[in-house]
T-cell receptor, first 112, second 114 residues
């Protein structure tokens, strides 16, 4: 079946550098995407979302880019901090359908 | 209130026990979800309730029984579980319409079946 996947299972980044986490999705009908951060022992925490009528959306220190041509999603975190260490999931949804499907996740480790 | 509250945070139960997980939200969300998450894996959808009615059951074994008493509460009744059912059980809620669905997750119940 169709699923959402991630290119890299782990990513190590120097503190202060920018991080880029990638996600590939295969369901062309998906039109709503969310990035979640999950710290150990906690539930997924909403970071940022984007709809398919947008290519880019910015939040505080985070930017999500959507390339519908190649079905690719990325999360950019500026000036990473130790508190950014976590597992990051992308998730996709089709409007009108309650189901939210998660990708496999990327563990981000910040090197002091 | 912008939270989804789950209780208990931790639960250890035997294979013959009956227990319930509880979830509560007061954001006016009309969709509520149960997810199961094994270690180092993404959350997997189990059930969806829309307007207090079960709308999605992802072929979950009958030893898991969901219940939605009202628009703010969601329960998951557990009976005769197996050790492989040990996992983090996550509750979530969302709007069903609008431009921002606001999918929000609780912190989960860490379940251990012995």
């Amino acid at each position: 079946g169709e699923s959402v996947g991630l290119h890299l299972p782990t990513l190590s980044v120097q503190e202060g550098d920018n991080s880029i986490i990638n996600c590939a999705y295969s369901n062309s009908a998906s039109d709503y995407f969310i990035w979640y951060k999950q710290e150990s022992g906690k539930g997924p925490q909403f970071i940022i979302d984007i709809r398919s009528n947008m290519d880019k959306r910015q939040g505080q220190r985070v930017t999500v880019l959507l390339n519908k041509t190649v079905k690719h999603l990325s999360l950019q975190i500026a000036a990473t901090q130790p508190g950014d260490s976590a597992v990051y999931f992308c998730a996709e949804n089709i409007s009108g359908n309650e189901k939210l499907t998660f990708g496999t996740g990327t563990r981000l480790t910040i090197i002091p | 209130d912008t939270e989804v509250t789950q209780t208990p945070k931790h639960l250890v139960m035997g294979m013959t026990n009956k227990k319930s997980l509880k979830c509560e939200q007061h954001m006016g969300h009309r969709a509520m979800y149960w997810y199961k998450q094994k270690a180092k894996k993404p959350p997997e959808l189990m059930f969806v309730y829309s307007y207090e009615k079960l709308s999605i059951n992802e072929s979950v074994p009958s030893r898991f029984s969901p219940e939605c008493p009202n628009s703010s509460l969601l329960n998951l009744h557990l009976h005769a579980l197996q050790p492989e059912d040990s996992a983090l059980y996550l509750c979530a809620s969302s709007h069903l319409q609008g431009t921002n669905y606001g999918y929000t997750f609780g912190s989960g119940t860490r379940l251990t079946v012995v």
